[in-house]
Each structure stands twice: as structure tokens, then as C-alpha cells.
T-cell receptor
Framework: GQQLNQSPQSMFIQEGEDVSMNCTSSSIFNTWLWYKQDPGEGPVLLIALYKAGELTSNGRLTAQFGITRKDSFLNISASIPSDVGIYFCAGERPMNRDDKIIFGKGTRLHILP | DAGVTQSPTHLIKTRGQQVTLRCSPK?????VSWYQQALGQGPQFIFQ???????QRGNFPDRFSGHQFPNYSSELNVNALLLGDSALYLCASSSQNTYQPQHFGDGTRLSIL
């Protein structure tokens, strides 16, 4: 099935470092979403972006909707142990609210002790 | 306010069997989408139900079918199970009346022996 190109696939960082991950697509999306998934749980929405160029923050998280509408990035500042998990980008093209979400393969964030 | 609930949490089946997974949407939501998440991958869209009808379908065979009930809850049925059907099956709900991103349940882990 169709998926977004998400990178990096995994990251190993020290606690306190900043993190950056991104997502690209050959298709235009009207909405970009960033989710976090912990083991044994479903994805939890972190940030939703609805307009090209939009920059949105949620605490230590910041995400941007690319001007071309084909990409998005997520930054995490001053990482803490509970940031460990898998981060997914997702694109949506809601047409009359009946379109599906397309997910990237995820970025696995590891924090070294 | 209960979120999206799925049952069972885990299930073990053998090849050729049939399985039914259940989902109750978040209170106030009327649309249910089902996703398959293979190990190490992002969720893949299976289909979406609204007003008790399948509105959109991803690239999944007819062995995958569903149903939505008048109370908006939904079932996912898979017939003639294959080893490759082993995955986490996620349900997500949303509302047609207000545009908000989908909320996910914690999924059903299906293992095929």
C-alpha cells in the first residue's frame, strides 16, 4: 500500500538532546498529522497541521506543514526518557470527510542512558 | 469520557479460521476506520464505515469485511486466515460533524499459527 517516506528510521540520542525527523511524499496532502505509539498501545495524536506553511507547537514538540504540501517535519527539544517510542507521520486528503489517512513507516526514538 | 475501545486485546487463531474483531468508537463519533499494522510498519488503511455502510476501502482482499451497527460500533471480519494476517488491528473513530483527526484504540493483536 501507499506510504509516506519517513526518516530517519531510527535515532539513538542522549537525554537532553534535540530531535528532528521528517516526512516526504510525492502526493499533496491537505492535512499532516504526527502520532506517537508506545508498545502495546495505539497511536496517540501529537500535532495536527491544516495549512501549508503552518508551524505548530505542543510543549517541547514543534511541527511544520511544508509549503509544497508534500512534506512535514517534527522537532522535539530537550528530549526526556518518556519521549522514547515510535513516531509516525500521516497525511490526509479529506474530501467530503471520507478520505483515509496514509502513514509513514515510523521513526524509532531511543534515548541512551 | 471513554475513548475508542477494542476487543479482544489479543487473539490466537490457526490458518483457515475466521475471526471477528470489535470496536466501540469514542463518544460522539459516528465514523469508524480499520487499519492493519504489521510488525515494524505503519498502519495500513483497510476500510471506513459511516451510516452503517462501507464508504472507502484500501487495498485488501474480500476476505476482509466489516459491519457498522446503529450505535456506531463496528466489527472487522477476516475469513480464511493466512499467516500473513498476523498483525495489530487498529480501530479509529471520528465525527462527520466536526473536523478533528481520528482517535485510535489500542488495537487487537492477532497471531496466526
Amino acid at each position: 500500500g501507499q506510504q509516506l517516506n519517513q526518516s530517519p528510521q531510527s535515532m539513538f540520542i542522549q537525554e537532553g538532546e534535540d530531535v528532528s525527523m521528517n516526512c516526504t511524499s510525492s502526493s499533496i496532502f491537505n492535512t499532516w498529522l504526527w502520532y506517537k505509539q508506545d508498545p502495546g498501545e495505539g497511536p496517540v495524536l501529537l500535532i495536527a497541521l491544516y495549512k501549508a506553511g503552518e508551524l505548530t507547537s505542543n510543549g517541547r514538540l514543534t511541527a511544520q506543514f511544508g509549503i509544497t504540501r508534500k512534506d512535514s517535519f517534527l522537532n522535539i527539544s530537550a528530549s526526556i526518557p518518556s519521549d522514547v517510542g515510535i513516531y509516525f507521520c500521516a497525511g490526509e486528503r479529506p474530501m467530503n470527510r471520507d478520505d483515509k489517512i496514509i502513514f509513514g513507516k515510523g521513526t524509532r526514538l531511543h534515548i541512551l542512558p | 469520557d471513554a475513548g475508542v475501545t477494542q476487543s479482544p486485546t489479543h487473539l490466537i487463531k490457526t490458518r483457515g479460521q475466521q475471526v471477528t474483531l470489535r470496536c466501540s468508537p469514542k463518544s460522539g463519533h459516528d465514523t469508524v476506520s480499520w487499519y492493519q499494522q504489521a510488525l515494524g510498519q505503519g498502519p495500513q488503511f483497510i476500510f471506513q464505515y459511516y451510516e452503517e455502510e462501507e464508504r472507502q476501502r484500501g487495498n485488501f482482499p474480500d476476505r476482509f469485511s466489516g459491519h457498522q451497527f446503529p450505535n456506531y460500533s463496528s466489527e472487522l471480519n477476516v475469513n480464511a486466515l493466512l499467516l500473513g494476517d498476523s498483525a495489530l488491528y487498529l480501530c479509529a473513530s471520528s465525527s462527520q460533524n466536526t473536523y478533528q483527526p481520528q482517535h485510535f484504540g489500542d488495537g487487537t493483536r492477532l497471531s496466526i499459527l
